[in-house]
């Protein structure tokens, strides 16, 4: 049973440019979130994606943006990337119907800007 | 709005003692969830045990245990016997209940765990 699975795992990109991260979901589940963990920080909630639909989001601005695909595996988008976007990017996986409230992390994606 | 706060950034312990690691929590909801994660340098985010707020028995798991105090926000992770391999940053995270849903997690700033040999 593959778990959560995050590509790429290292990234490295420059001011203003733009980057796209993946996550496929365990299986079985539906409801992917996305979570910034800068160095030294616990993780903070980006947004949650259930239905293809963004269903909740934290407070992140809108150069933030994500995507789900109808398999459930998802995307985050960041554009007009700054240096302060340098963190350990963590996509968590549960299944919303089920009411389940656990959510099964990736090995996150690093991404660095220069 | 929820907050999480654990007040200790490091800690140790020898081998085959036991470690308890404080969290408390604010919040004016009645129904959520209370979980403890392990990070180790692999990155990964694992659970290691997860309370529910109307529980009062709390929450064990193998040689992990918590201490949750409803009253006072309190929610502490006890292990026992530890282990190399408990060498990590453990995270407190909290979760609302509301509306049957999966909802966000809001963690703390973790408590990074070293259990000497």
């Known amino acids: 049973d593959a778990g959560v699975t995050q590509s790429p795992t290292h990234l490295i990109k420059t001011r203003g440019q733009q980057v796209t991260l993946r996550c496929s979901p365990k299986?079985?589940?539906?409801?992917v979130s996305w979570y910034q963990q800068a160095l030294g920080q616990g993780p903070q909630f980006i947004f949650q994606?259930?239905?293809?639909?963004?269903?909740q989001r934290g407070n992140f601005p809108d150069r933030f943006s994500g995507h789900q695909f109808p398999n459930y595996s998802s995307e985050l988008n960041v554009n007009a990337l700054l240096l302060g976007d340098s963190a350990l990017y963590l996509c968590?996986?549960?299944?919303?119907?089920?009411?389940?409230?656990?959510?099964?992390f990736g090995a996150g994606t690093r991404l660095s800007v220069l | 709005a929820q907050t999480v706060t654990q007040s200790q950034p490091e800690m140790s312990v020898q081998e085959a003692e036991t470690v308890t690691l404080s969290c408390t929590y604010d919040?004016?909801?009645?129904?959520?969830?209370l979980f403890w994660y392990k990070q180790p340098p692999s990155r990964q985010m694992i659970l290691v045990i997860r309370?529910?707020?109307?529980?009062?028995q709390n929450a064990t798991e193998n040689r992990f245990s918590v201490n949750f105090q409803k009253a006072a926000k309190s929610f502490s992770l006890k292990i026992s016997d530890s282990q190399l391999g408990d060498t990590a940053m453990y995270f407190c995270?909290?979760?609302?209940?509301?509306?049957?849903?999966?909802?966000?997690?809001?963690f703390g700033t973790g408590t990074l765990l070293a259990v000497q040999p």
């Open positions: 968590a996986s549960s299944h919303q119907l089920a009411g389940e409230d656990i959510q099964y």
């Open positions: 995270a909290f979760m609302s209940g509301y509306g049957g849903a999966t909802n966000k997690l809001i």
């Open positions: 299986s079985g589940h539906d409801t």
């Open positions: 919040t004016s909801e009645s129904n959520y969830y």
């Open positions: 309370q529910e707020a109307y529980k009062q």
């Open positions: 994606y259930y239905e293809e639909e963004e269903r």
